[in-house]
């Protein structure tokens, strides 16, 4: 029997492939919406059974706060996280909130299927290897973490980091080359260096790694509208 889930998070792109994904399997999809930061109010006015709440930073300060007020004024609405591999205190802060499990944005989507069952039957849902990792992380902290989103970020040109955001928004061709001011056979040269940059096939492939590394969040001080001809 499917369930009556949601799809909440701030890259269209993911919540709609996601949604998609998820009704073919037959759960019955509610809404796929972003941004998340309206995720409470919505989540409390559909009253779903599972709500799948992505972020892109688990361990920051209010990441959870619309976990809290779903779980205060919807209790029996079972929440799961949908994140980048996170720290130990991000695990930590998405169960103090509320959330009845914590899922990797690559997982496949069998992996997310089994967790919105186990959230819906009121058990745990966490992959074992990343409550392992965090226990690992907390008994041998690392000096300095290798972090894979600067490092990616570092390969991209400033104006390929905003084909990569624009990309994760769930913008077409037409709509890049649009916003940016540029051909479209420009805007798709473009996608297909970033492609090849990050070592991905699809644009679905590389807004998922973007936001798995936290790319997308450290890119938005560098990605401000662009106008006019490429230069």
């Given at each position: 029997?499917?369930?009556?889930?949601?799809?909440?998070?701030?890259?269209?792109?993911?919540?709609?492939?996601?949604?998609?994904?998820?009704?073919?399997?037959?759960?019955?999809?509610?809404?796929?919406?972003?941004?998340?930061?309206?995720?409470?109010?919505?989540?409390?006015?559909?009253?779903?059974?599972?709500?799948l709440l992505g972020t892109a930073a688990p361990a920051e300060p209010g990441t959870?706060?619309?976990?809290?007020?779903?779980?205060?004024?919807?209790?029996?609405?079972?929440?799961?996280?949908?994140?980048?591999?996170?720290?130990?205190?991000?695990?930590?802060?998405?169960?103090?909130?509320?959330?009845?499990?914590?899922?990797?944005?690559?997982?496949?989507?069998?992996?997310?299927?089994?967790?919105?069952?186990?959230?819906?039957?009121?058990?745990?849902?966490?992959?074992?290897?990343?409550?392992?990792?965090?226990?690992?992380?907390?008994?041998?902290?690392?000096?300095?973490?290798?972090?894979?989103?600067?490092?990616?970020?570092?390969?991209?040109?400033?104006?390929?980091?905003?084909?990569?955001?624009?990309?994760?928004?769930?913008?077409?061709?037409?709509?890049?080359?649009?916003?940016?001011?540029?051909?479209?056979?420009?805007?798709?040269?473009?996608?297909?260096?970033?492609?090849?940059?990050?070592?991905?096939?699809?644009?679905?492939?590389?807004?998922?790694?973007?936001?798995?590394?936290?790319?997308?969040?450290?890119?938005?001080?560098?990605?401000?509208?662009?106008?006019?001809?490429?230069s």
């Amino acid at each position: 029997m499917g369930v009556r889930l949601m799809v909440v998070d701030d890259h269209r792109l993911l919540a709609e492939a996601l949604a998609s994904a998820l009704k073919l399997r037959g759960h019955r999809v509610l809404a796929a919406a972003a941004p998340a930061a309206g995720a409470a109010d919505l989540v409390i006015t559909r009253a779903p059974e599972v709500c799948l709440l992505g972020t892109a930073a688990p361990a920051e300060p209010g990441t959870f706060d619309p976990v809290v007020r779903i779980k205060r004024e919807r209790p029996q609405v079972a929440v799961l996280v949908l994140g980048p591999v996170p720290s130990p205190r991000g695990i930590a802060a998405a169960f103090a909130a509320g959330a009845s499990g914590y899922v990797r944005h690559d997982e496949r989507i069998e992996g997310v299927e089994r967790a919105i069952m186990k959230a819906r039957a009121g058990e745990a849902a966490v992959a074992p290897q990343l409550l392992q990792n965090a226990f690992s992380e907390l008994l041998n902290p690392a000096a300095q973490p290798d972090d894979e989103g600067q490092r990616l970020l570092h390969m991209l040109t400033p104006r390929e980091v905003e084909v990569l955001v624009r990309v994760a928004d769930g913008e077409d061709t037409r709509l890049i080359a649009a916003g940016m001011g540029i051909a479209p056979s420009t805007a798709r040269t473009h996608v297909q260096r970033v492609l090849m940059k990050l070592g991905v096939g699809s644009r679905l492939e590389a807004a998922a790694l973007a936001a798995r590394t936290g790319l997308l969040d450290r890119a938005s001080p560098h990605t401000q509208p662009q106008q006019g001809p490429e230069s």
